[in-house]
């Protein structure tokens, strides 16, 4: 499969644990990354590899992967986490790279 | 600091070529591989093309092979895309990127600011 694809749309409450996941049979082999996006600016990566954190991003944001499955977990989420969050991986032959459709998350 | 400014985008017609630019400073710039990244107004981001550390190695997605050919030159510290037989579709927000790895690889550590590319007649 050469597609990686995620909920439109998520809502968690302030200050409650939210799960934004992406699926691709790719995923079998590689993880997936994970970018934030706020309107009007340039994605923000925000996990990569295993479970990897670029310096400045807060430790409420952790990846986990199982299976056909990846997944951006936020820990107590805060206002400013508002925004899309695109997935992303390389696609099963290796030689393509793959974005998720984005899912738009809302803290209530 | 890390940084990538592009430019080139225009409007042009259908049919037509363009060739972006982006100028990266702070890093390294051989020590990467690159990515164009693009993103239609108000949705999606899609991966266009990536270029191996060494220019050796390139990739495309299906929708834009054949018609458009990335490029480097790492005297100047800078990175291309050569767009030709424009479509409609191609129309887009295209982000120039850096890639976390010498070769393929999907992570993206940093982003340019992104040049508007509009496709019209």
């Known amino acids: 499969s050469s597609e990686l694809t995620q909920d439109p749309a998520v809502s968690v409450a302030l200050g409650q644990t939210v799960r934004i996941t992406c699926q691709g049979d790719s995923l079998r082999s590689y993880y997936a990354s994970w970018?934030?996006?706020?309107?009007?600016?340039?994605?923000?990566?925000?996990?990569?590899?295993?479970?990897?954190?670029?310096?400045?991003i807060p430790d409420r944001f952790s990846g986990s992967s199982s299976g056909n499955t990846a997944s951006l977990t936020i820990t107590g989420a805060q206002a400013e986490d508002e925004a899309d969050y695109y997935c992303n991986s390389r696609d099963s032959s290796g030689n393509h790279v793959l974005f998720g459709g984005g899912t738009k998350l809302t803290v209530l | 600091e890390v940084q990538l400014v592009e430019s080139g985008g225009v409007v042009v017609q259908p049919g037509g070529s363009l060739r972006l630019s982006c100028a990266a400073s702070g890093f390294t710039f051989d020590d990467h591989a690159m990515h164009w990244v693009r993103q239609t107004p108000?949705?999606?981001?899609?991966?266009?093309?990536?270029?191996?550390?060494?220019?050796?190695?390139?990739?495309?997605?299906?929708?834009?092979?054949?018609?458009?050919?990335?490029?480097?030159?790492?005297?100047?510290?800078?990175?291309?895309?050569?767009?030709?037989?424009?479509?409609?579709?191609?129309?887009?927000l295209y982000y120039c990127a850096r890639s976390l790895h010498l070769g393929i690889g999907h992570s993206i550590d940093y982003w340019g600011q992104g040049t508007l590319v509009t496709v019209s007649s």
Do not use: C, H
Not at chain 2, 70 to 87: A, F, G, P, T, V
């Open chain 1, 35 to 56: 970018y934030q996006q706020n309107p009007g600016l340039a994605p923000v990566l925000v996990i990569y590899g295993k479970n990897n954190r670029p310096s400045g």
């Open chain 2, 42 to 92: 108000g949705k999606g981001l899609e991966w266009v093309s990536l270029i191996s550390w060494d220019g050796g190695s390139t990739y495309y997605a299906d929708s834009v092979k054949g018609r458009f050919t990335i490029s480097r030159d790492n005297s100047e510290n800078s990175l291309y895309l050569q767009m030709n037989s424009l479509r409609a579709e191609d129309t887009a």
